[in-house]
Each structure stands twice: as structure tokens, then as C-alpha cells.
């Protein structure tokens, strides 16, 4: 029961960063900062549980908070960029910060932060907010902005023809993956009771990539769908095979980009996921 619950948590914080990756992507920015921020949420977590004394919701606000304004400030700086220099800022933005914890020692530096308070009810709590998240990026992907990406990732130049507001949606899409980010950081803290620099590394980075590319990058279904089988299903493995997984997982996302670039789950499979949530939505609503 240990391993399930850790597993559905695990789960829930794959999405969110898959998610977190998928949306910037959407219009060409593959934005490793995500990780960053999640570093971030997850050592402001630790020490506004365990050294002040916080309530936990009132840690995921801030963290929510503190990635949406961090994600802004990054997309005012990536707008005008080509998007192998986003790639560059995100890793720099994670190797700052691993630098600054690890010479912090309050946080605990390289050996970790641990003690952190136990929250009651974790996983029904991560998947209240999960769903709530999901579903407003399920409106997102059904809008007008959502459109207009689109564009702008097959053709910027014909964006700006069209009188695309590029600046806008790169910042919208942004901040929303920030509030993502920042949530998934304090999930993980409350979780794991400890936090160690090494967590938020390239094993991550491949980890993400996995998700996201194997998955499927033109929809938020293709995270769903391999989160919970790359993310999650690592935790039920014996040791032996677990030191295989980042080898495991690059050749995987090799042989997809290679026979399936879209992914597993393809746009035109998205659009009849989509087709059907908005029929069950709108059941729902009418008899309402």
C-alpha cells in the first residue's frame, strides 16, 4: 500500500511537470527552468513547514504563486530567442540553483533537507488540485489560445501575419507552467519528508523528455498517458533494473521520435479525447 500511494503522488507530479514542459512547447520553447522552479517550491515548502510552522495550503498558494511571477519574468526574457537559447537558459537556471543550495547550508546543502511534517490526506488533496489544473487546461486547449499557438509552432513569421499577439501567449503559456511547476515542488516535498539537490538533475531532464516526447507533445493527453507508466512505474522496480532506466527511457524516446515523432498519442487521437470530455462536460452541465 507504501508503494501505491507513493505512486499515485509520483504520478500526479509527473503530470504536472510534463505538463509543465508541454505548455511553453507549445509554441516552440522547450523550458528546462520548469525544474528550477520546482527546486524552488520544494525548499520554501520544506522550510515553511518545518521551521515555520505553515499551513500546507497556504505553502501551495505561494509556491503556485512565486512559479507564476518566476515563469513571467523568464517568458519576458525568452520571447524575441531562438528556441536551442531557451534550451540554454533553462539548464544554466538549473545549475544556478543547485549551486546556491548546495552552498546553503540552512537548506541543507548537499546532504539534504529533511524532517519535513507529515500532511494528512496527500494524495486526495494532489488529485483535487490536479484535476482542478487539468481541467482548466482542458479549456485552455479548446480555446482561442490554444489555436493561435498552435501557429506560432509551425510558423512564427506567419503568426505575426495574422496579427498573433506573440507576447501574450508565450507569457500566458509561461505563467501557467510555472503555477504548475511551483505546485509539483511542494507536492514532492510533502511527500518525501526530505529534499536532496540531486533529485533535480538530468535524470529528471530525461525523465521529462520521456514524458513529454513519448508520450505525445501535441496534446496534455500524451503527458497523462505516459506519466503514470514512465514516472510511476519506476517505483515498483527492483534495483537491479532501476539503474537501467535512464537507458531504458533514452532509448525509448529515440525509437518514438524516430518511427512516431508526434508521439503515442497523436494530435488527431487528442482531438477525439477532447470531443469526448466535452460531451460528458456538456451531459453534466445539462442536468445541472
Not at 498558494?61 to 519576458?76: E, F
Not at 482542458?138 to 513569421?157: G, T
Not at 514512465?230 to 539503474?243: E, H, R
Amino acid at each position: 500500500m507504501v508503494l501505491f500511494y507513493y505512486f499515485l503522488v509520483f504520478t500526479a507530479i509527473y503530470i504536472l511537470m510534463g505538463w509543465s514542459l508541454y505548455l511553453p512547447y507549445r509554441i516552440g520553447h522547450l523550458n528546462f527552468s520548469s525544474i528550477s522552479i520546482m527546486a524552488f517550491s520544494a525548499y520554501f515548502t520544506g522550510v515553511a513547514l518545518r521551521e515555520w510552522g505553515w499551513p500546507f495550503f497556504l505553502t501551495v498558494i505561494i509556491s503556485m504563486m512565486s512559479g507564476l511571477i518566476l515563469s513571467y519574468i523568464v517568458s519576458k526574457l525568452v520571447i524575441n530567442v531562438s528556441g536551442f537559447t531557451v534550451v540554454i537558459i533553462g539548464l544554466t537556471s538549473i545549475f544556478i540553483i543547485r549551486t546556491v543550495i548546495e552552498n546553503c547550508h540552512w537548506l541543507g546543502g548537499s546532504i539534504g533537507f529533511f524532517n519535513i511534517p507529515i500532511v494528512s490526506n496527500l494524495a486526495i488533496w494532489t488529485y483535487v488540485i490536479l484535476f482542478i489544473l487539468g481541467y482548466i487546461l482542458f479549456l485552455v486547449e479548446d480555446s482561442v489560445i490554444s489555436k493561435k499557438a498552435f501557429v506560432l509552432f509551425s510558423d512564427k513569421e506567419l503568426g505575426d501575419c495574422l496579427g498573433i499577439h506573440r507576447h501574450e501567449i508565450a507569457q500566458f503559456l509561461h505563467s501557467f507552467s510555472g503555477i504548475l511547476a511551483g505546485l509539483a515542488g511542494t507536492l514532492y516535498a510533502a511527500l518525501i519528508g526530505g529534499i536532496n539537490v540531486d533529485f533535480f538533475n538530468f535524470s529528471m531532464i530525461g525523465t521529462l523528455m520521456a514524458i513529454l516526447f513519448v508520450g505525445g507533445y501535441t496534446s496534455m493527453w500524451g503527458v497523462v498517458f505516459a506519466a503514470p507508466i514512465l514516472g510511476g512505474i519506476p517505483i515498483f522496480l527492483p534495483d537491479k533494473l532501476l539503474v537501467w532506466k535512464q537507458i531504458i527511457f533514452g532509448g525509448l524516446l529515440i525509437t518514438i521520435l524516430c518511427i512516431k515523432p508526434e508521439g503515442i498519442i497523436t494530435r488527431k487521437q487528442a482531438v477525439k479525447i477532447k470531443n469526448w470530455f466535452k460531451f460528458i462536460n456538456k451531459k453534466i452541465f445539462d442536468k445541472i
